[in-house]
């Protein structure tokens, strides 16, 4: 197999390339997380009965488009479509896959853009006369975390990256924001998360940053890995509230 065969990055790793003089063993260098970005922008326009749509553009470079062509050419529709509803399907119940689409170049670009509209019948939760809801919903951090005096092996990526989301959130104009999350923001030497909200008039904006500076974590500083992605975990399951506005 050529290296653009593997269904997805082997970083730090010896590889044996196949060209028309026959085999090469080669070092697959390592990237920097800046390389490998996914980026999501999107708009979700909120209803008052716990409903979503979500129209917003998925952006991928380096091993993260690398990954993409891969798992684009060797699914079928079906698996191709759950493999994009799988970057939010848990934050929103029974969510659908309305349309997709690639932008500029397609697949052959260098940062490829993919257009998608969801939407979900069940994504907020009602109360009374307010709305909760959680706005991080692209690839939130649900990792489960070995405790910190049980981990005895290295945590391994396999490749560094920086994930960014700018989400705009659209509420219905006879609701009023009551609450939000405070700044978040965290860095140690193997990552940065960092998650801020700001509103304007019934739009709220979630900007989030989560960067995993290096492909490998030492089980010895286990404890700094642990602390950034437990105050992710944390911070993605925090929930905005609005309220109705009294006649």
């Known amino acids: 197999a050529t290296i653009d065969d593997y269904p997805y990055s082997v ?8 060209t028309e003089n026959g085999g090469q063993l080669i070092h697959i260098p390592q990237s920097s997380f800046d390389e490998n970005k996914l980026t999501f922008n999107g708009t979700c326009i909120l209803d008052d009965k716990g409903g979503v749509n979500i129209h917003g553009v998925i952006s991928f470079t380096g091993n993260y488009a690398q990954h993409l062509r891969y798992v684009y050419s060797n699914l079928n529709t079906e ?15 029974a969510v659908k896959l309305n349309s997709y689409s690639f932008l500029g170049d ?15 019948k069940h994504f907020t939760n009602i109360s009374g006369n307010r709305i909760y809801f959680a706005p991080s919903i ?28 700018t989400i705009t959130y659209i509420f219905p104009g006879d609701y009023e924001l009551q609450f ?13 998360y960092r998650s801020e909200y700001v509103h304007n008039g019934n739009e709220l904006t979630l900007y989030r940053n989560l960067n995993i500076y290096n492909q ?32």
Do not use: C, H
Request: proline fraction near 4%.
């Open 11 to 18: 970083e730090g790793t010896n590889a044996l390339v196949v």
């Open 79 to 93: 698996k191709w479509r759950n493999w994009i509803l799988g970057y939010i399907n848990d934050a929103i119940p």
């Open 106 to 120: 397609g697949i052959k670009a260098d940062t490829i853009k993919l257009k998608v509209n969801y939407s979900g």
């Open 138 to 165: 692209f690839r939130k951090v649900s990792v489960d975390l070995e405790d910190i005096d049980k981990r005895e092996t290295d945590v391994f990526y396999r490749y560094p990256s920086e994930s960014n989301d």
């Open 180 to 192: 939000i999350p405070e700044l978040k923001e965290i860095e140690s030497e193997y990552g940065l």
């Open 216 to 247: 490998i974590i030492p089980v010895e500083k286990y404890k700094n890995y642990f602390d950034l992605m437990s105050a992710a975990k944390n911070s993605d399951k925090q929930r905005v509230i609005l309220e109705k506005l009294s006649d």
